[in-house]
DNA sequence: TGAAATGTTGGGGCG
DNA sequence: ACGCCCCAACATTTC
């Protein structure tokens, strides 16, 4: 008996319950297809710089074991159709997806298959909990985190992952080789990447090991400081199911048996609860990933600012927490979150310019860029979403940066133009008197930029504009 | 998972 | 010893 396991956003051997089951059943095809047609909410550039080593390093596990990966580039319909042909498999199993168009496509293959007489079958791989088993008391969805943690902690929660299968695979498949998908950037934008990461299953469950043995104690304490590796930087782990949430959630639980009464590891497991949270709400409210949450928003005033826009990509807005953040996104494909909060904010509220704007941005160059996850953080950051920051909290970048990057390591190590400046000017430049920047070897506006607008004025016109949707709900 | 404005309190300098 | 002022430190409210 043969089963096309059909790999996405799983690129992992161990508790993968779609290839679990299949290696039950015989033999297993891994395929995984590339479709150059799908639509833009599936891979980000950055995102498909870790695909390519993604990808390389499932294959290398499979041939670990005598098999091989299979990957096909074309439409996917017609992909499926051809293996299921070639391979004569009368099983197809996929581990779920919750985004809009990946439900589309894989609801309306499903039809299709069974109608065939097909056996087609998926599996939650990617959550802790199905979005649709947790349900408010009315019986709804969640719009409010809190409840969600509450409720999503509730359940027993500590399951023991599935073990790697063994995979026989058949032979004679042809496969597309890597390289011809052309994933990796033409260019020279990702070569800096490697330097930070090392993509592939075998270093995610490296990486998780380490930090659930270590570093999650401190993270309540240490994940605010972005010059600190006070996170754990598995967001494009989970990004490309190279790890399951419930192999985390485990495996901190392995170290910190009541991890919820535990500082470091109950502030670290929340986040997976926002992850989760995530995909609740992009699988409750699909139209989302493009409107915001509430309604009121749509009149809400933004900016049409390409200039402005442009400068915030760049790191050049002339606030250096703000910069060092956004060059540090365009150099590592990642960007620390507490910076990613400072960021939006300054996007969205500093500058007016709507929140999608930012979201196309981070979805592009992040590596961690997950459909789910990014609208999550833009909503909450334009204050349109579940749970989010209200309109008025709007963040003063001089002083984020000096409570969370004291010293000035963070804006010293990616905005290197201000490494001289003393610390009592360096997150507000522009406020130094006389000769101290000069001394420094700084002249704004030709080594540094001037700031773009006033921090006080900017906060004015934001609480002006935010009246249009003050009030409503 | 804010920041700024406003209010309150209490210590210390000073006439 | 007293009233007055300044201002830090903290708390509350407002956006």
Redesign the pocket.
């Known amino acids: 008996m043969t089963t096309v396991v059909w790999f996405r956003n799983d690129l992992r051997l161990v508790d993968n319950p779609a290839l679990h089951a299949a290696a039950a059943k015989g033999d297993v095809v891994p395929l995984f297809i590339w479709d150059p047609g799908l639509g833009p909410h599936h891979y980000g550039a950055a995102a498909r710089w870790w695909l390519h080593y993604s990808l390389e390093t499932l294959d290398a596990r499979l041939r670990d074991q005598g098999a091989t990966l299979i990957i096909r580039q074309g439409e996917t319909r017609e992909v499926l159709q051809s293996v299921i042909q070639e391979t004569k498999a009368k099983h197809i199993h996929w581990n779920r997806r919750y985004d809009p168009s990946g439900i589309e496509l894989d609801t309306a293959l499903k039809t299709e298959l069974q109608k065939q007489g097909l056996d087609v079958q998926s599996f939650n791989g990617n959550l802790v909990m199905e979005p649709w088993e947790l349900k408010t008391k009315t019986g709804g969805p969640y719009k409010v985190?809190s409840p969600f943690w509450k409720n999503l902690i509730s359940h027993p929660l500590m399951v023991a992952p599935l073990e790697e299968p063994d995979c026989s695979v058949p032979s004679g498949l042809s496969s597309d080789r890597l390289e011809e998908l052309n994933l990796r950037p033409v260019l020279d934008w990702a070569d800096g990447f490697s330097e930070d990461w090392e993509p592939g299953c075998v270093a995610a469950a490296a990486t998780l090991s380490a930090y659930a043995a270590g570093p999650v104690a401190h993270y309540h304490d240490q994940r605010?400081l972005p010059a600190v590796e006070g996170t754990s930087r598995l967001s494009p782990r989970l990004r490309f199911g190279e790890l399951s949430p419930r192999q985390v959630w485990h495996a901190v639980n392995q170290h910190h048996p009541n991890a919820l009464d535990d500082e470091g590891a109950e502030a670290f497991l929340?986040?997976i609860g926002?992850r989760e949270f995530a995909y609740h709400l992009i699988y409750h409210f699909p139209a989302t990933v493009n409107a915001p949450l509430r309604p009121n928003f749509e009149r809400f005033p933004w900016r049409d600012a390409p200039d402005e826009l442009k400068r915030w990509q760049q790191g050049m807005t002339g606030f250096p927490i703000v910069d060092a953040g956004m060059r540090q996104l365009w150099h590592t494909g990642w960007m620390h979150?507490?910076v990613r909060?400072?960021v939006a904010?300054f996007l969205v509220k500093n500058l007016l310019i709507s929140w999608q704007e930012g979201a196309e941005w981070f979805f592009d160059t992040l590596l961690d860029g997950d459909i789910a996850s990014n609208t999550l953080g833009w909503q909450?950051a334009g204050g349109c979403g579940a749970?989010a920051?209200?309109y008025?909290?709007?963040?003063?970048?001089?002083?984020?940066g000096e409570?969370f990057d004291p010293d000035g390591t963070y804006v010293r190590r990616w905005v290197p133009e201000l490494s001289s400046v003393p610390n009592k000017v360096l997150h507000r430049p522009f406020e130094a008197k006389g000769m101290e920047l000069q001394l420094s070897g700084v002249t704004l506006g030709q080594t540094y930029p001037q700031p773009i607008g006033e921090?006080?004025k900017a906060?004015?016109r934001a609480?002006?504009a935010?009246?249009v949707v003050k009030g409503a709900a």
């Not at 008025?392 to 984020?400: A, G, L």
């Open positions: 985190f605010n929340r986040e926002w979150n507490r909060m400072i904010s909450w749970d920051a209200p008025f909290r709007i963040f003063n970048p001089m002083s984020q409570k921090h006080k906060r004015e609480l002006k935010f009246d």
